[in-house]
């Protein structure tokens, strides 16, 4: 399954693991290492760590948390001319500098 578009996800600056957009829909997968490091956190509590990888028709609701609303959803969507329903667009342009410890870098190919 080839991925369309996939982001590395970062805790706390720490490389956490791959989400990837796919004909699917979307995946996540921990990095082993991160996984091995007792003191690295889960992505969030609806996202455990673990060895095997998530799989969701619907971008994960904690993904989709990060996204902006409101007035500032259109300025992210009017400025970067993303469809405001291409949450994973959305995501990679506007969560690489989020509030909080999680942020999201694309992967170019």
Do not use: H
């Amino acid at each position: 399954m080839k991925p369309y578009r996939t982001a590395n996800v970062y805790v706390q600056e720490s490389f956490a693991g791959i989400l990837k957009e796919t004909d699917y829909g979307y995946s996540f997968q921990y990095d082993n290492e991160y996984l091995k490091n007792e003191k690295s956190t889960s992505v969030s509590l609806t996202l455990p760590k673990r060895e095997n990888e998530y799989i969701s028709k619907t971008l994960f609701a904690f993904f989709d948390g990060l996204i902006p609303e409101g007035w500032l959803l259109n300025i992210v969507s009017n400025n970067w001319k993303i469809d405001r329903k291409d949450r994973f667009g959305l995501l990679l342009v506007a969560c690489k500098d989020v509030i909080g410890n999680v942020c999201i870098k694309e992967v170019l190919t």
